[in-house]
């Protein structure tokens, strides 16, 4: 060993997230639902198709890449869309071609930020993607369909890789530490986990940054991310108390509260699913049938904001959440179905049994069915209830909002 080996050790150098990215599918964290699918099932085979990785930072796209490269036993290239052009890729494709011809070995081509790639660039790829000479994997932020071209998504498989639970973070995070013998208190740990809100390198990056300071605490990491560390809790009383402020708010009609809430979560890191559960359920509990619309909102406002993330999902929850907030409101749907589920003893009448069977008319299935579209109105009196709850209500409608119209409806053809 001369004077110069150590400062040539490259991997010395290299960030954390490098140094511990997995190089076999059994190394890899998260993502279980596509893996253990037929795209598991392909790279274990050494059998890979085109791909296009779509997720968000940190889920593991490049590291997935790299796995397919080790699985198969291929050249891996990997190239910037934003820095790269159409020299460079023909350079590529001509070396892949040497070493499919004199050593039969494949070549993944892996294109990070793949939507910054021209029609020209795309187009370029198609014939090589096609006929196999490389095998193209893509990685993107951007929905794919948007961004890259009808024919080279139709030579592609979609993978959209999901945002890393914050279990799945800290299983890396445990394993880095393991690894190289950091010195971490486990609060430190879930507070990074936390902060890196499902993002794996972001989290390596935060870990190996609050390790130059010594032992990694809690007020270590206060010094090292200052303001960015807030005050919410996704874990402790402040959680669940903004949560229910947040609920009860809508619940109580001031959207300026609701709105305050949905901002301490946003700025707090709390996750988009949660919050726009949340705002669904509130729509159906607590306004219910006294506006419907309010639910078909919130439903939208929930994929919406999973489909476009932050900080653009902000602006599509607050939508919901002053919509839900100032409609009118009524429990009437919630209280019926926890009355019905206390309540659910009693038989079928015959004439409302199935009798899509031979025989069932002998047994008295059907017998007497009034058909409601055959009578003025739509509508004919006929029990429908069991004979022992034949007098019991569940729903009872309110006079807000739309479910007053409801109300109004059933009374007048019930009561006449």
């Not at 794996?200 to 560390?229: H, P, W």
């Not at 009383?237 to 001031?254: C, L, P, Q, V």
Request: net charge neutral; with cysteine.
């Amino acid at each position: 060993m001369d004077l110069f080996d150590s400062i040539n050790d490259d991997k010395k150098y290299q960030p954390l997230a490098e140094r511990l990215r997995p190089k076999t599918l059994s190394d890899f964290t998260g993502q279980e639902k596509i893996l253990r699918g037929a795209l598991g099932k392909m790279i274990a085979q050494g059998q890979t198709p085109s791909l296009i990785f779509f997720g968000e930072p940190g889920t593991g796209k490049t590291t997935l890449a790299k796995i397919i490269a080790n699985t198969t036993a291929s050249n891996f290239v990997k190239v910037n869309a934003a820095l790269s052009g159409i020299s460079e890729l023909r350079g590529i494709v001509k070396e892949a071609q040497d070493q499919r011809k004199f050593y039969r070995k494949g070549t993944i081509l892996f294109i990070d930020e793949i939507h910054r790639f021209n029609k020209g660039q795309q187009d370029f790829l198609l014939p090589y993607v096609e006929d196999g000479r490389i095998t193209l994997i893509g990685a993107t932020t951007e929905n794919p369909f948007f961004e890259v071209n009808a024919a080279l998504l139709s030579r592609v498989k979609i993978v959209r890789l999901s945002k890393l639970t914050t279990d799945d973070i800290k299983k890396i995070l445990r394993r880095a530490v393991d690894a190289e013998c950091f010195n971490v208190e486990e609060r430190a740990l879930e507070i990074i986990a936390d902060f890196a809100d499902g993002d794996a390198r972001m989290a390596l990056n935060l870990l190996e940054q609050a390790t130059f300071a010594g032992k990694v605490t809690v007020e270590s990491l206060r010094d090292l991310l200052g303001e960015r560390i807030r005050r919410y809790d996704k874990k402790g009383d402040n959680h669940y108390n903004t949560a229910s402020a947040f609920i009860k708010s809508m619940r109580g009609s001031d959207p300026d509260a609701a709105i305050f809430y949905l901002a301490k979560m946003i700025d707090g890191g709390e996750d988009l699913t949660f919050i726009a559960r949340r705002i669904v359920i509130c729509a159906a509990e607590d306004v219910g049938n006294a506006d419907p619309q309010a639910l078909i909102l919130a439903n939208a406002a929930a994929q919406a904001a999973q489909f476009v993330g932050l900080p653009e999902a902000r602006i599509i929850l607050a939508q919901a959440v002053t919509y839900i907030a100032a409609a009118p409101k009524s429990n009437a749907a919630y209280l019926a179905i926890d009355k019905a589920l206390a309540d659910t003893q009693g038989d079928v009448p015959k004439h409302l049994r199935d009798t899509h069977y031979k025989g069932a008319k002998a047994f008295g299935h059907g017998v007497g069915y009034k058909y409601p579209h055959d009578f003025p109105n739509h509508f004919v009196r006929q029990q429908y209830l069991p004979d022992k709850k034949i007098s019991t209500r569940y729903y009872e409608p309110t006079t807000q909002g739309a479910e007053a119209k409801i109300k109004q409806q059933l009374e007048s053809l019930w009561q006449n």
